[in-house]
């Protein structure tokens, strides 16, 4: 065939999804995702959903998008600014419009630019910003997809409801014919979806395909786009989101240590998915309760965790303020257990569908009393695995909950992951006592090992029937003492084997950069991917700058004041109003300087850029 | 029972076995130390081996239980025992799990678990030391003290009606509802054992008193003079028959339960009410007998309602089962790998 467009070849290319919540964007987001996946691109993803279920259809707050980069070279972001935008109605041009590239691309449906559509996303009365001068920066396609979709689907018996629900393949398959993609995968899926409703599946791909040859056939087309030939590391890899990668992470744990894998958890945005993904392995003997709330949520898990199963919780915020309580009796037990927080705008119910990393402190102090737990964070949608995995190996193998921080932009988020083989983990070990750990044939449970670690012991368990609980303990006896010295003693003591797993952990690397430089860009969580991005431009300019990100939050990776000496300004970008730094300034004394964005949005590439470049400059 | 082959037979279990050589700190007098007997008494007789016994409790006088049975046990945090207790059972079903409890625990700020626990259908024994006040924290009334209760934080008396634990548990659709009390030392152990014999939540509410901060409470179910009079034993299948000479009985009239005298006015033994276990609505009845003072209904006690339901962790078990041996366990790799994977070549 011959090609009458310009192809445009390029590294990366960035396309936002953008409509009404009913419009179908994040499906179109994933099946485009996944196709390019498929196709051996690296990518990484951005899903925006309105707060709420059902608004008002039309208007700029039922806008939902979906943003993805992909290409060829290794990406580690959603993107700044995308290349192509697709609008199907006035609000989501309205939202989307201000982060599209200058000349970049829109595809509308003009069906979505009615009278009524204009007036609920709020344009002047008479202003249509398809036909006056505003767009004049970009190209614009026009087309009336829910026509051109109603006429491929004409004679098929169909709804209008259902003709209008196969909308968002006409704009799939255009996209694909423009960026080059073979729609088979997403025919594959559809066909997968709806077995047993072959007429539903006809006509989505029919949709599908008219949408490729109306960019085929048609010649308002006049770019096309090709994505150079990848140059990622050979391998198998799956698609994956943060939050799928932190559920697999706890059966791949359970299966490591030989434990039966336990998850009690009360339902909460962005969170749920965990609990969603694990309710489905049954075949692997996961027991996932629901509780009626997150205080018995993490009761249960602890419950759980006694009996000795791996135990987990997942929550966000909100849950995380009401597992308090309980994670400061989990900490005086001494027993193990996963507590999954996944990050999201707050104080209160806040934005509870946006990201941010203001859990920090609560997660490093927000107990009663002396209550120092392990933390780490999970820096991409992959990383969830390993962050989550480290933290059940810790808090099986150190006998302590063990705080995991996630957020929403990586829990939804997902990218191509070279997946690790059962061979690749490291192992869990994992040890019962069965016989009494004294001289004189007395069971001691506070009796404590080299890493400063109390027996585990389950019930059923003959001969060794004794009682823990939340009062203070007797010094390897474990019964009750309110003796003055002793709790000085045992306070010390269970913040002495939290240092203690500094022994266990990696030491800390510099992501990227030299290790001695002008400037250090000291980051957490997910902001990964946009610093590292930031940092790799700066660097090939020839900036003196490096990254260190730190997972391992508590304790320390033991090697890390020594790594910030060399550096002359530490910069601390985070999600939120300050609170790495409070952390790194009280600990090592050094005048870190705060970056900070509290939008519910990630940080942009160039904010970073600029920010680096500033304090470059004096 | 043998265990193994050269390990002789098991010894038998006395109460001996199931106490500590920890002191028990209750106040002299407490009706705790009554109900930690017959727990003691009875255990033995259940033929659990004693490591598969699990003692659960909150916060709370009645909640340092858990210290004084040598057994295994958890003294966790104020009013989360049931949520505790669930978890436990769901991955260790084959343990015989207790949870010990208070007014305030229970009712209170574990209010929300309890009901769940109910709901949900655990088979495990709750055991609520109802002593009508906070011991613990030294005198507050509770949310089961009633209307009017003068205590340190009520000087002027408490202005908020009370629950009935009976009727909550049965409106949390609870399998198992008993009452029983710390001074019926025989009639408690008997409530034990059947509570410990129920497939399903046993919920057992016992009266307790508590002599520093709210003495006397149940006595007129207790004392010689009074308890006869005042108190009707219900058992499943006999006529509710209560009075100093067992001469008075309740009948239904319609909906109204009624106290009637028996062989008067040609009343008999057969015109009684008959105690049905199974009978929810009834069960309800009972448990709201001391809702209508002018009848002078006895106040009951005995197991009010006892019915077959399935549990929450045999449903889970099975379900896990079923579709374990429909699907097959997969390899942890093909966990790892998931169903779309893609390979990059070079
Ligand atoms: C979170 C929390 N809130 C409050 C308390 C204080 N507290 C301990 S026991 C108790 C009430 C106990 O009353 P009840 O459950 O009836 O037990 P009793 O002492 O009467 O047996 C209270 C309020 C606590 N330990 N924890
Ligand atoms: S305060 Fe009351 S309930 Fe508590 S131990 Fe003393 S007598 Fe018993
Ligand atoms: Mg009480």
New binding site residues.
């Given amino acids: 065939m011959e090609t009458k467009e310009e192809i445009i070849e390029v590294e990366s290319v960035v396309v936002k999804f953008s409509g009404d919540s009913g419009d179908g964007m994040q499906l179109t987001g994933m099946q485009f995702t996944d196709t390019a996946a498929f196709l051996g691109k690296d990518l990484s993803t951005f899903p925006e959903y309105p707060a709420e279920i059902r608004a008002p259809v039309g208007t700029v707050s039922g806008v939902s998008g979906f943003q993805v980069q992909f290409g060829s070279k290794e990406i580690f972001t959603a993107g700044d600014q995308y290349d192509v935008l697709v609008a199907m109605n006035a609000a989501a041009l309205k939202v989307d419009l201000k982060n599209l590239k200058k000349g970049g691309i829109i595809i509308t449906n003009t069906s979505g630019f009615d009278q009524k559509n204009l007036r609920l996303a709020e344009y002047p009365e008479g202003e249509n910003p398809l036909d006056d001068d505003s767009l004049d920066n970009y190209t614009v396609y026009k087309m009336n997809v829910s026509g051109l979709t109603k006429d491929a689907l004409a004679g098929m018996g169909l709804s209008n409801k259902e003709i209008e629900r196969s909308k968002n393949m006409f704009v799939l398959g255009l996209l694909y014919w423009i960026f080059d993609q073979s729609p088979d995968f997403t025919i594959k899926f559809i066909n997968e979806k709806f077995t047993g409703e072959s007429v539903i599946a006809q006509a989505n791909i029919n949709a599908l395909k008219a949408g490729w040859n109306y960019g085929d056939n048609t010649e308002i087309f006049n770019t096309r786009f090709k994505i150079t030939a990848s140059n990622l590391t050979p391998g198998t890899y799956r698609s994956i989101t943060g939050n799928s990668a932190a559920a697999i992470a706890l059966i791949a744990a359970s299966e490591k240590s030989g434990l039966p894998l336990f998850l009690g958890s009360y339902p909460i945005t962005p969170a749920s998915d965990i609990l969603h993904e694990l309710s489905k392995y049954k075949e692997c003997g996961v027991r996932t309760f629901q509780a009626e709330d997150e205080i018995a949520a993490i009761c249960s898990a602890i419950g759980a965790s006694y009996g000795g199963a791996l135990s987990a919780t997942t929550t966000s915020g909100p849950g995380m303020s009401l597992k308090a309580e309980a994670l400061g009796l989990g900490l005086m037990l001494e027993l193990p257990l996963v507590v999954i927080n996944i990050q999201r705008g707050g104080p209160s119910t806040g934005l509870p569908t946006k990201t941010e990393q203001s859990d920090l402190l609560q997660a490093m102090f927000g107990r009663h009393g002396e209550s120092p737990l392990p933390v780490i964070a999970a820096e991409s949608p992959s990383d969830c695995f390993s962050a989550v995995y480290e933290a059940a190996r810790i808090a099986l193998e150190h006998m302590t909950p063990v705080i995991v921080l996630s957020d929403g932009y990586i829990a939804n988020g997902s990218e191509p992951w070279r997946f690790p083989s059962e061979e690749d983990l490291k192992p869990i070990e994992v040890k019962f006592e069965t016989e009494p750990n004294s001289e004189n044939g007395v069971f001691l449970p506070y009796k404590r090992d080299e890493k400063l670690v109390r027996p585990r012991v389950i019930p059923g368990t003959k001969g060794l029937e004794h009682r823990i609980g939340g009062l203070e303990k007797q010094h390897e006896t474990g019964d009750i003492s309110y003796e003055a010295k002793n709790h000085e003693l045992m306070v010390k003591m269970r913040a002495a084997k939290i240092e203690k797993i500094a022994d266990y952990i990696p030491l800390q690397i510099v992501d990227t950069g030299k290790e001695k430089a002008k400037l250090l860009v000291l980051g957490w969580g997910s902001t990964y991917g946009t610093l590292k991005t930031a940092i790799g431009e700066l660097l090939e300019e020839g900036a003196d700058i490096a990254h260190i990100h730190i997972k391992y939050l508590n304790p320390f990776p033991k090697n890390l004041g020594d790594l910030l000496k060399n550096y002359e300004k530490v910069l601390i970008p985070e999600i939120n109003n300050g609170q790495l730094i409070k952390i790194i300034r009280d600990k090592f004394l050094i005048p870190a300087v705060g970056f900070n964005k509290i939008q519910g949005l990630p940080f942009t590439t160039s904010e970073i850029k600029s920010k680096i470049l500033e304090l470059l400059k004096n | 029972m043998i265990e193994t082959n050269n390990i002789p037979v098991a010894e038998k279990l006395t109460s001996k076995n199931f106490a500590p050589d920890q002191d028990v700190k209750?106040?002299p007098?407490?009706?705790?130390y009554s109900i930690l007997k017959q727990t003691q008494t009875i255990f033995p007789d259940l033929g659990v081996k004693k490591e598969d016994f699990v003692f659960i409790s909150g916060i709370?006088?009645?909640s340092r239980f858990t210290y004084y049975m040598d057994t295994y046990g958890m003294h966790s945090i104020h009013g989360r025992a049931t949520a505790i207790a669930s978890g436990l059972k769901a991955s260790r079903p084959e343990l015989s799990v207790w949870v010990v409890t208070g007014d305030g625990d229970a009712l209170s700020i574990g209010g929300n678990h309890f009901i769940h626990i109910l709901r949900k259908n655990f088979d495990i024994n709750i055991l609520l030391?109802n002593?009508q006040?906070y011991?613990?924290t030294?005198?507050q009334y509770s949310p089961t003290s009633e209307i009017g209760k003068i205590t340190k934080s009520t000087p002027f008396g408490s202005v908020e009606q009370p629950f009935n634990p009976a009727e909550l548990a049965l409106g949390a659709r609870g399998t198992f509802v008993a009452r029983t009390l710390d001074r019926d030392t025989k009639h408690m152990q008997g409530i034990l054992k059947q509570a410990y014999y129920h497939k399903g939540t046993s919920f057992v509410e016992i009266y307790?008193?508590?002599?520093?901060?709210?003495d006397a409470a149940f006595f007129l179910f207790s004392d010689k003079e009074t308890k006869k009079d005042n108190a009707v034993f219900v058992e499943h299948g006999k006529p509710l028959i209560f009075g100093a000479n067992d001469d008075k009985g309740i009948m239904l009239d319609g909906y109204k339960p009624k106290v009637v005298k028996l062989n008067e006015n040609g009343v008999s033994v057969n015109d009684l009410w008959i105690h049905d276990e199974k009978d929810r609505i009834k069960a309800n009845m009972i448990a709201g007998f001391q809702d209508d003072p002018e009848e002078h209904l006895p106040r009951p006690f005995g197991v009010f309602y006892a019915v077959d339901h399935p549990t929450y962790e045999d449903n889970m078990k099975e379900q896990i089962n079923r579709i374990m041996g429909k699907k097959g366990k997969p390899s942890l790799n093909k966990i790892l790998s998931g169903t779309k994977t893609w390979e990059i070549d070079r």
Avoid: M
């Avoid at chain 2, 007098?29 to 705790?32: E, P, S």
């Avoid at chain 2, 307790?208 to 709210?214: A, D, G, I, K, T």
């Fill in positions: 209750w106040c007098g407490c009706g705790d709370g006088c009645s030391f002593n006040i011991g613990l030294k005198g307790q008193n508590c002599p520093v901060f709210n």
